[in-house]
């Protein structure tokens, strides 16, 4: 298999990182052009991967294409390349849903779109896949778990908690200015944190069969500090305010189809 990319940026270079600390790491790998000084890095680091002249050479390279630029500029890129109808094309591209890519593309390839992370480049990837498809959820099995999804609003609502993201690291920077403003240095109170919510993601990792909840409860005696904590929340609005702001991203989400 001969992997092409179109459009070198972040999430190319994660890709391509990833794969070449796994079985993967001497498949050849054809990137276009752009982002120059990314393509080149890229190249220069492995001796797999090559730069192609243009997208439309990237394709001529390729079996399996990843779709990864900006959807901006989607329509125009893909409509001016000609696939052939073995090409197997994953597309990255952000609020472009699958019928578009099709009619676009113009020819009878395998389809699919996914949601990689940009820690896929460490092989700690969560990456949504939709609809199925084994070739793309055994990529990205390799760069961390895969999780493919039947339908459209499955993959949409992965794609709303990816938004967590941004708030996971707005909860440690509260906590720690917290500890700051009580006396506490940031970084020791960063440290401390950074510590103890990684730990945390292992505990849930090592538990799958356990809900959140039971594990939270575990992490709660009755009475305590835990307890109190997350009971404050809750009668704050914290946990409605995180299931508003959910609600609003998959409606704009929705809204892009
Ligand atoms: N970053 C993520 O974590 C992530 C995760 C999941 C999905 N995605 C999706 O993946 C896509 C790419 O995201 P990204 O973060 O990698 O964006 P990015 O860093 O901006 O990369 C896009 C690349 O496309 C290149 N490009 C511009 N015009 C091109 C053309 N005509 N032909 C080929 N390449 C062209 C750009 O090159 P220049 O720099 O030269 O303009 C740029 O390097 C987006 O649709 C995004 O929604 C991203």
């Given at each position: 298999m001969r992997i092409g990319f179109v459009g070198t940026g972040e999430i190319t270079q994660a890709i391509v990182t990833g794969l070449s600390k796994t079985d993967l790491g001497a498949t050849p790998m054809s990137l276009s052009p752009r982002n120059e000084i990314i393509a080149a890095g890229l190249a220069g680091r492995y001796s797999n991967v090559t730069v192609a002249s243009d997208?439309?050479?990237?394709?001529?390279?390729?079996?399996?294409?990843?779709?990864?630029i900006r959807p901006q500029i989607a329509e125009e890129v893909v409509r001016a390349l000609a696939f052939r109808d073995t090409h197997h094309v994953v597309s990255l591209v952000g609020a472009t849903p699958l019928d578009r890519l099709t009619t676009w593309i113009n020819a009878k390839v395998r389809l699919s779109q996914a949601?990689?992370?940009?820690?896929?480049?460490?092989?700690?990837?969560?990456?949504?896949?939709?609809?199925?498809?084994?070739v793309a959820a055994a990529i990205f099995s390799r760069l961390g778990k895969a999780i493919e999804v039947g339908n459209k609003a499955e993959y949409?609502?992965?794609?709303?908690?990816?938004?967590?993201?941004?708030?996971?690291?707005?909860?440690?920077?509260?906590?720690?200015?917290?500890?700051?403003?009580?006396?506490?240095?940031?970084?020791?109170g960063r440290a401390y944190l950074n510590q103890m919510f990684g730990a945390l993601s292992d505990v849930a990792a090592q538990a799958p069969e356990r809900s959140f909840d039971e594990i939270r409860s575990e992490f709660?005696?009755?009475?305590?500090?835990?307890?109190?904590?997350?009971?404050?929340?809750?009668?704050?609005?914290?946990?409605?305010?995180?299931?508003?702001?959910?609600?609003?991203?998959?409606?704009?989400?929705?809204?892009?189809?």
């Open positions: 997208n439309q050479a990237v394709l001529d390279n390729s079996d399996l294409v990843f779709l990864a949601i990689p992370l940009p820690f896929v480049a460490t092989l700690n990837g969560a990456t949504a896949i939709h609809p199925p498809d084994e949409d609502l992965l794609g709303a908690a990816s938004a967590l993201m941004g708030t996971y690291f707005g909860i440690l920077e509260a906590g720690t200015k917290w500890l700051e403003n009580k006396g506490l240095s940031y970084d020791s709660s005696t009755k009475g305590g500090l835990n307890e109190q904590v997350y009971a404050n929340f809750v009668a704050d609005g914290g946990v409605r305010a995180l299931s508003d702001a959910l609600d609003g991203v998959f409606s704009r989400i929705r809204r892009s189809d």
